[in-house]
C-alpha cells in the first residue's frame, strides 16, 4: 500500500469504533484507469478488439459514474483490512463503510464502524471473599451406596417364579425366532400391554410408529426374570479388579473424596468468577450480542424442527410456558453472562501471562492421560485429529486462572 494513504481512528468508546481512511487523488486515479482495463480486456465490442476498446466507448455504453464507483470499491476492500491491522482494532460486527463528502478532485476518504469488545479494567482481584456450602464429611452410608452401584453392574438376569405380568416386572419375549428382554411398563405403548397377561400368552401390538405408520406385531411372553445381584464381599471385589472388600472399599472412599473435593473447588471457582464479574464493569456491544442470540436461537430451532425429531421448536417452547420473545430474552441472559465470563478470563490471563506452548501443553496432556490410566502420546494425537487441541489449550490456561484466584481467595463455608 502507498505510504501516503493515511488511516487514523476517528471515533471509539466502549463498544464501537470509526477508522477514516483518505487515499490521495493518484491512488483513485489508478484504480479507476485499472477498472477500465479490466472492462476493455472482457467486453467483446464490434469493431475493436478485447484490451484496446476506448475509455469513451466505455463510458458511453456505462457511464464515467460505475467506474469510479467499482474502484472505490476496490480500495474500500484493499485497505479496510490493512487499516485495522495497523491500528490493532478487532471487528465483531460487520464493519459499515461511508464515503465522506468531498470535491471530485479532492482526496477520497472514507470511514469504517463497527462494533468493538470492550477493554477489560480488573479491580483488585486477589484476596476475594466468597461464601460456599461446607464440605459435608464422607460417612459410611456414602460409601455402602457406592459399593451397591457396582453390586448391580454385575447383577444378572435369572428365571423367576410366577406366571402374571405387573408393573416394572422384566419380561422375556418373543417376536417369530427373536427373544430378547424387557420391563413391562404402563406407560409404554407397547411394553404396556404386557401388564396383566400371563406368561405363554400372545400379545397382539398395533400401536401408532414413526412417520404416521403403525407398529403391528405379535410378542409372545415367554416368562419372568428377576435381576440377581452378588454378594458384597472378597469375590465381587475381584471381579471388579480389586484384590479383597477393603481394597475396594479404599478405592471407593479415594474417589468419593476427590468428587466431593472437586465439587467444593468448583463452587469456590464459579462463585469467585462471578463476584469478580459483578465488580467489573463490562459493557457489551449490541450487534455483537445480537447476532450471538440469533445464532444460538437458530441452532435450537434446527434441532428441535430437523426431520424424525419428537419434538418441534414450537411444542418446545409452548410446553416451557413461554413465547419465542421469552426464550430469546432468556438465551440473551446466557450470552451475555457467556461473553463478560471469556473477557474477564481472557484479560486475567493477560495480567497473569499465563500461555503454553505446544510443548509444555503436551506436557500437560501426558500427566492428564497418565492420572487417567491412557497413553499420553494417544490421547494428544486424538486431541489434535478431533481438533480440540486448541479447546484444551483454552481450557488448561482457563483451570490455571481458577487456580490463581482460588489460592488467593478468602473462602468461608456456610452449612448446606
Not at 5 to 22: C, F, L, S
Not at 305 to 333: C, K, N, Q, W
Request: glycine content about 6%; charged content about 35%.
Amino acid at each position: 500500500m502507498p505510504t501516503n494513504t493515511r488511516y487514523e481512528i476517528a471515533g471509539r468508546d466502549d463498544t464501537t469504533a470509526t477508522v477514516r481512511v483518505t487515499i490521495p487523488p493518484a491512488e483513485l486515479e489508478k484504480e479507476i484507469e485499472a477498472v477500465y482495463a479490466q472492462y476493455s480486456n472482457e467486453l467483446t465490442i464490434p469493431g475493436f478488439r478485447k484490451g484496446h476498446v476506448p475509455k469513451n466507448v466505455l463510458e458511453t455504453r456505462f457511464g464515467k459514474d460505475i467506474f469510479v464507483l467499482e474502484a472505490k470499491e476496490a480500495l474500500e476492500h484493499q485497505h479496510v483490512p490493512t487499516a485495522l491491522e495497523e491500528l490493532d482494532l478487532h471487528p465483531v460486527s460487520t464493519p459499515k463503510v461511508e464515503e465522506m463528502p468531498g470535491e471530485p478532485t479532492a482526496d477520497f476518504v472514507f470511514q469504517v464502524s463497527f462494533a468493538i469488545l470492550p477493554k477489560v479494567e480488573l479491580p483488585t482481584y486477589r484476596g476475594l471473599e466468597v461464601t460456599v456450602p461446607r464440605v459435608r464429611e464422607l460417612a459410611d452410608e456414602d460409601v455402602n451406596q457406592a459399593l451397591a452401584e457396582i453390586q448391580s453392574q454385575f447383577g444378572v438376569l435369572a428365571e423367576r417364579e410366577g406366571d402374571a405380568v405387573s408393573e416394572g416386572d422384566i419380561v422375556r419375549v418373543r417376536e417369530k425366532s427373536e427373544e430378547w428382554d424387557t420391563r413391562a411398563e404402563k406407560d409404554n405403548p407397547v411394553t404396556g400391554a404386557f401388564v396383566g397377561r400371563k406368561v405363554g400368552e400372545k400379545v397382539q401390538i398395533d400401536v401408532p410408529h414413526e412417520e404416521g405408520k403403525r407398529l403391528q406385531t405379535t410378542l409372545e411372553i415367554l416368562g419372568l426374570r428377576q435381576v440377581v445381584l452378588p454378594s458384597i464381599d472378597d469375590e465381587l471385589a475381584k471381579d471388579a479388579g480389586f484384590e479383597s472388600l477393603a481394597a475396594l472399599r479404599d478405592d471407593v472412599k479415594r474417589r468419593l473424596t476427590a468428587a466431593r473435593d472437586d465439587r467444593h473447588r468448583r463452587a469456590v471457582e464459579s462463585a469467585l468468577l462471578d463476584v469478580l464479574i459483578e465488580k467489573t464493569p463490562l459493557p457489551l456491544p449490541e450487534p455483537f450480542v445480537l447476532e450471538l442470540v440469533d445464532e444460538e436461537l437458530d441452532r435450537i430451532r434446527t434441532a428441535f424442527d430437523r426431520p424424525g425429531s419428537a419434538l418441534s421448536f414450537a411444542r418446545y417452547v409452548e410446553e416451557r410456558s413461554m413465547t419465542e420473545d421469552g426464550l430469546r430474552t432468556e438465551i440473551r441472559g446466557s450470552v451475555e453472562r457467556r461473553l463478560r465470563r471469556e473477557l474477564v478470563l481472557q484479560r486475567l490471563a493477560e495480567t497473569e501471562s499465563v500461555s503454553y506452548n505446544d510443548s509444555e501443553l503436551e506436557d500437560l496432556a501426558h500427566a492428564d492421560a497418565s492420572e487417567a490410566g491412557e497413553d499420553g502420546m494417544r490421547f494428544v494425537a486424538q486431541l489434535k485429529a478431533e481438533e480440540r487441541w486448541e479447546d484444551y489449550r483454552s481450557a488448561k490456561v482457563t483451570e490455571r486462572i481458577l487456580g490463581i484466584l482460588r489460592e488467593a481467595a478468602n473462602v468461608k463455608d456456610k452449612e448446606e
